[in-house]
């Protein structure tokens, strides 16, 4: 996997969601969710249910563990996760 893999989730032409994940900044031998965003209007739809599973079969084609920091004040978040 390159140093950090981009996926982007697309609807009619239109890019409605973004992914990024590569090695982990804070753990050794493990991968990392850099970034996962899905446009608001496109909330309750699979993109960031499809986002997700492309992280996990990136990243678990070479770690064994991943990390997933949410930000405690949010959430939608982490009830998504």
């Known amino acids: 996997m390159p140093e ?3 996926f982007v989730a697309e609807a ?3 890019i409605v969601g973004v992914l990024n994940i590569g090695p982990a900044r804070d753990e ?3 991968g990392e969710v850099y970034v996962i ?3 608001p209007t496109w909330w309750g ?3 960031g249910q499809r986002l ?3 992280a996990h079969a990136g990243l678990s084609r070479v770690y064994e563990q991943a990390v997933l ?3 405690a004040a ?8």
Do not use: K, M
Request: hydrophobic content about 30%; charged content about 25%.
């Open 52 to 54: 997700l599973e492309c």
């Open 12 to 14: 009619d032409g239109q």
């Open 45 to 47: 739809t699979e993109a």
């Open 69 to 71: 920091t949410v930000i």
């Open 28 to 30: 050794i031998d493990a």
């Open 4 to 6: 950090c893999s981009p």
């Open 37 to 39: 965003y899905v446009h």
């Open 74 to 81: 949010n959430p939608r978040a982490r009830r998504f996760y």
